[in-house]
């Protein structure tokens, strides 16, 4: 497999393995082959799509959806990971009954190309990209230790990685902007709903109502917000313990769900290199205003 690293500027020694498939960069333990054939994906009628970047809540957002398709609160007894296109192969995918909810971190030309022509719905995920740097830089913190017993390098020499695009999925910026460019296209625009992790947080009633509405799931206010109470993050982290990808014991995916975590991790420095980047970056973004703060 076509195995390349990103190295910290200040840490040569150190050595983080990314898999780059025509100058795309997945997680290592990809099959290139199940990510070369995403495009070619078959897709039924009845599918809904979930994308985001890395971080951004979308194993939130999959309970949620699959909640409001099977209109019922209870559990669902399988991973997120089972119906990520990037990781799992169309054969595994196609022995799951409906509803499928369908996810990745793909950017739009990558969906798969029946998705578009069926004019599936599509739920995109967006969060503070400070606090997916953070949340990201937790998890793999606790990745190469309990993998490796390694101690990566420390959060402003990752900070340049994560902004430059080295690491799994390219920059945020990037998938952002990727999506943007296809939400504004009249084919597309009915068929894309951004969901903010920072609504979600703050209402989840109103967001999940907002789901409701889109993919047309008629619930009412009383299923909704037992919806909302089910998918809170410690039912979560209980209800989804059995199956869910553990370090140390503790589920991977389900870790803090904060707003504004970066403001205890960034110094003042980091801080002034990130909006730099972010002002460079996102200028003649319709989200710029979302996340730029002074």
């Known amino acids: 497999m076509p195995i390349i690293y990103a190295t910290p500027e200040n840490d040569p020694l150190a050595k983080y393995p990314i898999l780059e498939v025509d100058g795309c960069r997945y997680p290592h333990f990809c099959d290139e082959d199940v990510i070369r054939h995403v495009p070619e994906m078959d897709i039924r009628d009845d599918d809904v799509m979930l994308c985001g970047y890395m971080r951004s809540g979308t194993h939130w957002c999959f309970e949620v959806i699959n909640m409001l398709l099977k209109k019922s609160d209870d559990t669902i007894p399988y991973k997120k990971e089972d119906f990520h296109l ?4 169309n054969e595994d995918i196609a022995r799951h009954p409906p ?23 599509i739920v995109y995920v967006l969060r503070d990209p400070r606090d997916v740097a953070c949340s990201w830089y937790q998890l793999m913190k606790k990745y190469f230790w309990c993998k490796e017993k390694v101690e990566i390098c420390p959060l402003a020499d990752w900070m340049k990685l994560f902004l430059n695009g080295e690491f799994e ?3 945020w910026f990037d998938h952002v902007t990727n999506w943007e460019k296809a939400m504004v296209n009249p084919q597309n625009s009915s068929s894309i709903l951004v969901v903010r992790f920072e609504d979600l947080v703050t209402q989840p009633v109103r967001e999940i109502e907002r789901i409701d509405e889109f993919l047309n799931t008629k619930t009412d206010d009383t299923f909704r917000r037992r919806v909302a109470e089910k998918c809170s993050l410690d039912n979560m982290k209980r209800d989804k313990h059995s199956i869910t990808n553990k370090l140390e014991g503790k589920s991977m995916h389900y870790n803090q769900g904060k707003i504004g975590t970066w403001k205890d991790n960034f110094s003042a420095e980091l801080s002034e290199y990130f909006n730099r980047v972010y002002d460079e970056k996102m200028k003649d973004s319709k989200f710029y205003n979302v996340y730029r703060q002074p």
């Open 169 to 171: 999925w390219g920059t």
């Open 86 to 89: 990037e990781l799992t192969s």
């Open 99 to 121: 509803p499928r909810v369908l996810n990745g971190h793909m950017h739009f030309e990558r969906v798969p190309k029946a998705a578009l022509e069926k004019k599936l719905k």
